[in-house]
């Protein structure tokens, strides 16, 4: 079976990973932590807009319009 462009870039990275580990100790390989959010920022944005848009929202009213 024929590789597609993205398999063969993924070989190519994976290779590269693999020639940089050999010859090391398990402890002087360092593994990448990327961290990604579960969550988009945009969605962090609308949940604190309703969080603390509606506690302000309430606020104001209490204080405004007693």
Do not use: Y
């Not at 398999?7 to 990327?34: C, L, M, S, V, Y």
């Amino acid at each position: 079976m024929a590789q597609t462009p993205e398999q063969r870039k993924r070989n190519a990275k994976f290779a590269k990973e693999q020639t940089a580990r050999r010859g090391k100790a398990p402890q002087e390989i360092k593994k990448k932590q990327d961290f990604k959010s579960p969550i988009s920022p945009f969605w962090l944005v609308i949940l604190g807009f309703v969080v603390f848009g509606g506690l302000g929202f309430e606020l104001i009213s209490r204080i405004f319009f007693r």
